[in-house]
């Protein structure tokens, strides 16, 4: 997780693409954030706004103004678009499994929220799946955290990360590889 400077030691300066990424992802994480706890699954394909605008023109008069100049401004900039209508999947796993994207898209980014305890409590969860999830959602030290994850077809990804017990967007954690099997996953769906 990277790290504020009046903190501890500076994180180091990503490239261009992967700082794109990034204010992509918090960007992302923030409008999901801002629908509240307890939501579905989110997946968005990230397209280079530059080159959107430049195969098609009439989409600078559908975006922000301040979008159109931060693509002017920065090649690297991405835009995100959310996709509905995903198909009924029994699990994460499944739902990544299934997608696919055309040469256009450059990125994807998953939203999804996960209880997780601390790997000491984990050690008592029962085997019974009905049984651990009441173990699991019981809890006292359990903590629900909302992870945004995002690739780009061509390697670089980042993670945000926001906890219920500290949702404040100051309080979101970001790096390259916070959640290193999502980040495997997202990727997956580009090969």
């Not at 984990?122 to 809890?139: K, Q, R, T, V």
């Amino acid at each position: 997780m990277s790290q504020d400077a009046s903190t501890g030691p500076a994180a180091p300066t990503p490239d261009r693409a992967t700082a794109a990424l990034a204010d992509a992802v918090r960007e992302i994480e923030r409008h999901v954030a801002a629908g509240g706890w307890d939501g579905p699954v989110r997946v968005f394909a990230l397209v280079g706004t530059a080159r959107a605008l430049e195969a098609e023109p009439d989409l600078a008069g559908q975006l922000p103004a301040q979008v159109v100049a931060a693509a002017a401004k920065d090649p690297h900039h991405l835009t995100s678009v959310e996709q509905e209508g995903l198909p009924d999947a029994p699990a994460l796993e499944d739902l990544l499994g299934s997608l696919t994207w055309p040469p256009t898209v450059d990125g994807a980014a998953v939203v999804v929220e996960r209880v997780v305890l601390p790997p000491s409590a984990e050690e008592g969860m029962p085997s019974d799946p009905d049984e651990a999830l009441a173990y699991l959602m019981g809890h006292p030290e359990r903590q629900d955290v909302r992870l945004a994850v995002a690739v780009l077809r061509d390697g670089p990804a980042w993670c945000a990360v926001r906890s219920r017990a500290h949702d404040a967007d100051a309080a979101v954690a970001g790096g390259p590889d916070v959640v290193p099997g999502l980040v495997e996953a997202v990727r997956a769906t580009f090969e």
